[in-house]
């Protein structure tokens, strides 16, 4: 379980993503701050730099200049951030494309669904089950 006061990062080249992502945690677990990417090579820097120190990462898998797949398999090279669990979050069901991300270190492949309640019970879920 992520523990209370624990900050967590969304790595999202959406805004839109980001507000509803932040909302679903504020509902789940209050307690808990959510920062936030833009894409791939913002979140190497603010990972790289210890501007952020999450406990858990979430990666969406479509994003421009450097994917979710690509920032996943630089954070697992990265010997100072391969502990994080990251969990990637896309609308893709591809077979494909989940077995990518698991081979690659994710944690778990989450489908973003289409009803805010099933992304504050995925979250709500995902949440609990992080090991720290």
Do not use: W
């Amino acid at each position: 379980m992520v523990p209370p006061n624990s900050t967590i990062l969304y790595v999202e080249d959406d805004l839109d993503d980001q507000v509803i992502f932040r909302e679903c945690v504020g509902k789940v677990r209050p307690d808990i701050v959510c920062e936030f990417a833009t894409g791939g090579l913002d979140a190497i820097d603010k990972l790289t730099q210890a501007l952020v120190e999450p406990v858990c990462i979430f990666i969406d898998v479509n994003m421009p200049v450097m994917n979710g797949n690509q920032l996943l398999k630089a954070i697992k090279a990265n010997p100072s951030l391969a502990h994080i669990p990251c969990f990637m979050l896309s609308t893709s069901t591809n077979r494909k494309d989940i077995d990518l991300a698991l081979a690659a270190g994710a944690e778990k492949y989450l489908v973003k669904p289409a009803v805010y309640i099933d992304f504050e019970n995925i979250l709500q879920e995902t949440l609990q089950n992080v090991e720290n």
